[in-house]
C-alpha cells in the first residue's frame, strides 16, 4: 500500500478556496440579500405605524377592562388630547361616593396636572398621528371624527360621550380634547393613525360591545 507523506496531508489541508469557490459564494451572498433587504426595509418602514396602533389598541382594551373590573358607575374613558397624546381616564370618585353616601361624583382630567390614581397618558411614536380626515383615512369609508371619547361602562359596552353636560367627560385646568374617534350610524367606533412620513396607515375598530380588531 503507497503511504501519502505527512507534508502532502497538510498541504491539501491548508489549501484555500478557489476564485471559483469564492464567486458562487458571494453570489449566493448578493441574491439573499437583493431578496432580503426590500423585505427588512418595509418591516422598518411599518414598525413605527404597527407600534402605534398596538399601543391605541392596548389602551382602549385596558379602558373597557378597567371598566369591568372597577364595576364603574360613571365609566371608563379613552380620550384623545391631541394629534399625538391620549389618556385613560376614570371618571368614578377614587373613594367611590360622595359626602353622605349620596352617588358618585364624576371625575376631571387634568393633563397638565393629572391625578395618576385617575388618568394615564400615552404618546404616539414620533412621526405617527390621529387621523384627522377622510384624506388621512381612505380605508375607513366616511372617515369623519366627531368624538374625542369613547366610554366604556361596568358591563364592557362602549359609548360616545356628549361634548357637553352632566354626562361629558370632566375637565380641569384648562384640559382640551380633540375631535379624532368617528362613529358612523352603524354603531361601530374607529380610531385611524397616520405616518406623516411615510404615508402608511393603520386603524383600530371598536364594536358597540367592546370587541376591538385592528386594520
Known sequence: MTRVPVHSKAKARA????????LVVIGIISITAAVAVPNI????????????????????????NMAIMRNT???????????????VHIEDTIAGVTAGDVGYTRQAADFASPNTLL???YELPSGIE??????DCPEV????????ALRFDRFGLSSLPPASGDTAVALAGGSTI???????????RSVCLID????????????????????
Open 15 to 22: 489549501r484555500g478556496f478557489t476564485l471559483v469557490e469564492l
Open 41 to 64: 426595509a418595509g418591516y422598518m418602514r411599518s414598525s413605527k405605524i404597527r407600534g402605534g396602533q398596538d399601543s391605541v389598541a392596548g389602551a382602549i382594551q385596558r379602558a373597557r
Open 73 to 87: 358607575q360613571l365609566g371608563v374613558s379613552f380620550v384623545v388630547q391631541n394629534n399625538t397624546r391620549y389618556w
Open 119 to 121: 388618568s394615564t397618558g
Open 130 to 135: 390621529f387621523a384627522q380626515n377622510t384624506t
Open 141 to 148: 369609508a366616511g372617515f369623519t371624527p366627531a368624538n374625542a
Open 178 to 188: 380633540t375631535n379624532r374617534i368617528y362613529a358612523p350610524a352603524a354603531g361601530s
Open 196 to 215: 406623516r412620513t411615510t404615508g402608511l396607515r393603520r386603524w383600530v375598530l371598536i364594536a358597540p360591545g367592546g370587541r376591538i380588531t385592528r386594520g
